[in-house]
């Protein structure tokens, strides 16, 4: 039980380690999930997220109930106020000292359906008039108000239709930033493996320059080459020691920008792993076309626009004509000068009516802003048409690159083998004094092109495949559909 817990403690130590302790050896989708959870751009797009998340939870609370306390505190007035005497019409001025309270508590709902708000309220007012020294309280221990626009625009009934879009359309946004993130991280660490390549052949290529400049030096003294010869190889040395120094110069670059992007500190030590294992992957372009269609913002984000065009123009139809409004209240209510009789005997309180607004002449505003909400919803329309088009060829493109790629790897990687060999046969030959140093730079110089054109095919594909990867929101490599737990970022 003993090696057990020190087993069970120092594997949480390693978890909880910072990143700098594993970045030692480091695989390309190892970067994409340090990156997915440590970059910069993750936490941005964690942020854009959560926005988008508290939006929808404030429309959602629209939806419920709400209940409100106002009132009128120490509301103190002592001021000259005109009356006019009622028998002869004569204007004068009294003094007024008064002080008024006020207090309602109700409960609010709007109602989606309808456009209208309902409100159930309980309402108490006082007023002390210390000229007469006289106290009153009016009381509507429950009242209902009710109002409802007959022909205005309903701008929470849209809510309901664009706003659980909007947050669907979050949460892809989301999902395709994580794979904008595995984009960028392979960029990177190709940039690396290129440099890291470029830097240990260049070791590889001064040490051997080194030995072979020795050789030739000692042929000199035995007479069985040239002068030029030993100049020629001891410039290609020099060249080497060149060229290591601005690739070790490169390198350093390339791994500043990969790990400060992972935001890993000590990465002086660190190893990359070239993603060699190549899957044997050919996707069908049917099923890419149907799992961007399902899993993809993309029509998602094409119907909110329709939406918003069609809001517009619903908004710019309700505001033109004769806008009418209904409202009424009914409830109980009493006036007393003491606080307990303001609630004996209630008396019934009924108030409704209709409130009218026709714009008799407005020069044709109201009727040109319906025009052109009508003319903006067919060029959303015609726009859309038109994107859904190119978003399928470009799909289209893209699954006939992608299935291109393994055999261009493999390719790739069957010429660097040739290159690397005839660059072994040259270099033997050279000892063997039978071909030029020249001969021997241009097979080095093959070599050196084959592994970079392997390195970037191999970047092709990775990028390509993660492009894919973005546009389906679907991971080829193990059938599924890739999903975020959107609990637990909200939790975090």
Known sequence: MGKKRIMITVAAIILLLPHDFYAQQLTLNKAILIAQDNSLDAESAKFSFMASYWTYRSFKAELLPSVNLRGGLMNFNRSLVET???????LAYVNNHTLNNSLTLS??????????TVSLQSYLYRLDQYTYNERTYNSQPMRINY?????????????????PLEYDIAQKRYSTSMQDIAIRVTLLFFNVLQAQSSYQQSNATMNERERLYAMSQKRLELGTTTKSEVLQMELSLLNARVSLNNNKII?????????????????????????????ELIVNTDDVLQKAISNSSHTKEQRLQMLNAEQ???????????QVTLSGELGLMQTDHDLRGAYRNLRDNEIIGLTLSLPIFDWGV?????RMAQAQVEVVRTQQEQAHQDYIQDLRKKVMQFNSQPQQCR???????IAEERYEIMRKRYEAATVSVTELNTAQQEMTSAKMQYINQLNTFWSDYYSLQKSTLFDWTLNRDIIFDMEKIINQ
Request: no cysteine; aromatic share 8%.
């Open 147 to 163: 109002t409802q626009p007959l022909r205005s625009y309903n701008s929470l009934k849209w809510q309901k239709k664009t706003a």
């Open 107 to 116: 409960v609010d709902q709007s109602i989606a359906a309808t456009g209208g």
């Open 366 to 370: 109201s009727k040109g802003r319906v």
């Open 411 to 417: 390719d790739a990687l069957r010429a660097q083998e």
């Open 312 to 322: 517009r123009l619903a908004q710019a139809k309700a505001s033109k004509g004769l």
């Open 84 to 90: 006019r005497n009622y028998e002869d019409g004569k």
């Open 251 to 279: 390198l350093n670059d390339a791994m500043y920008s990969l790990f400060s992007y992972l935001r890993v500190t000590n990465y002086e030590n660190a190893e990359l792993i070239p993603p060699l294992n190549i899957p």
